[in-house]
C-alpha cells in the first residue's frame, strides 16, 4: 500500500450506497486492508502509482445516500450467496461494513417525496457535510454508483437525481465521480456549477467489459487498417442493473457510451447496435458477446467473436476504488475541472484525452507521475464544506 500513515483520512460518499457495487467497494476496502487478499483490479496499488501520495485504502472513510434500506451486511450476505463475493470475506469485515452502514442516509426523491429540487440538495449536501464533520475529513469524493437513469427530456424536465447529488457535491466543495450513465455533471445547470466551482471531477459509465474490449479491438482494427463492416452485441445480465437496463430509456444512455467507444477509435460508426436484456437468473453475472464482421485484403470477409464472462461488482469496484483515490489526490494537489486523464476508465470520459485503452493507459500513468510532483500545498482555494457555491 502506497501511503504514509500521518497522512488524512479521507471520506468517499457512495451515491447507491446500498447496491452491489457500492456494497462490494466497501467489503473489498476493508478485505484488503485487513490483508486478507491481494488487491487484484486495482491499477493504483501497481508500481505506476508508488510515488503519487494517494490516500491508503485504511485511510478511506465510507458514507453514502441510498433509497433503501437494506442494511449493507446484509447486502453483502446476499451477494455471498450469489458467489460475488468469497465466502467468509464479508463475515471477516462486519466491523467495517457496520460502520460504513451507520453513516448511510436516507437519498432520494423517493415516490411521493414533497421537497422541491433546492430543499433535496440542501438536505443532501448537509448529509455530506455532517459526515465530513463527524470524522473530521479535509476532503471526501462524491461518487455515483446509483441506479441508471433514463435520459432526462428537454430543459424543462425536472432535474435527474444524479444531477441533484452533483450539486449537493458542489456546494460542499467535493470533488466528484460519476461511475454510471446518469447525467449527473453532465446536465447543464451542473455543468456551468461545476466550471464556476473549480472542483475536479471525472466520468462517466465505468468502462469494465464489453467496452473495456472494445477499447482494445477497435484502435487493432484501425492500426491493421481492416475494414470493420459491422459490430454487434448483445449483453446478458441480472442484479439490480439488469433490471434498471431493462428501461429501454435507461438502456439507451449506456448504449451511447459504448457506441461512442466504435466511433472514437475507428472514426465511423459501423452497422450493428447494442441489446442488453435483463436476465434475473443471471445475478452480478454478465455475459457480453460481440460479433465483427470485418474485409481483409482483397476484400476477404472475415468475423472475429468474443465471449466476455465477468462478475460485474469485482469488475467495478476496483476501478471505484482507483478514482476515489486519484479524484482526492487530484482534488488536494489543486487539479481543477474535467479529469480527461481519467478516460481510461469511462466509457464516454470528460475532458480531452484519447480513446484507444493503451493510450488512455499512457496518459494515466503521466497523471501519475503529475501527481508525484504537485505539491498538497500548491492548492489553489477552492469551496470549503461550509462555502456555498450557488
Ligand atoms: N458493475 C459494473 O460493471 C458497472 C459498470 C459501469 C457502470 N455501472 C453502473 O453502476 C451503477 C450501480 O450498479 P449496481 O450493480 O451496484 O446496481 P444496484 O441496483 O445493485 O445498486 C444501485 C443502488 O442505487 C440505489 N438508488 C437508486 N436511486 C437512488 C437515488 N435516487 N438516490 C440514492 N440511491 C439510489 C438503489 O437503491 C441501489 O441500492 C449502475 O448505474 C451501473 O450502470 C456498473
Known sequence: MSASLSRPRVGVWLIGARGSVATTVVTGCAAITAGLHPPTGMVTETPAFTDSALPALSDLVFGGHDTVDCPLPKRAETLTAGGVLPP????????????ADREIRPGGPTPGDTRSEAELITAFADDIRDFMH?????RAVVVNVASTEPASHGPDAPLPASTLYALAALRTGCPYVNFTPSEGMHHPVAAREAER??????????KTGQTLLRAVLGPMFAQRALNV????GTNLLGGGD???LADPAAAAAKNAGKERVLADTLGTVPEGEVHIDDVPALGDWKTAWDHIAFDGFL????????IWQGCDSTLAAPLVLDLARLTARAHEAGLTGPLGELGFY????VGEGPAALGEQYATLTGFAERLASANPDDSAPRPGPDEETQ
Open 88 to 99: 467468509g470475506t464479508a463475515t471477516a469485515v462486519a466491523a467495517e461494513l457496520a460502520a
Open 134 to 138: 463527524r470524522h473530521e475529513l479535509e
Open 197 to 206: 466551482s473549480g472542483l475536479p471531477y471525472a466520468g462517466r459509465d465505468g
Open 229 to 232: 463492416r459491422a459490430w454487434s
Open 242 to 244: 439488469g433490471a434498471a
Open 299 to 306: 476484400g476477404t470477409r472475415m468475423i472475429l467473436q468474443t
Open 346 to 349: 469511462f466509457k464516454d470520459p
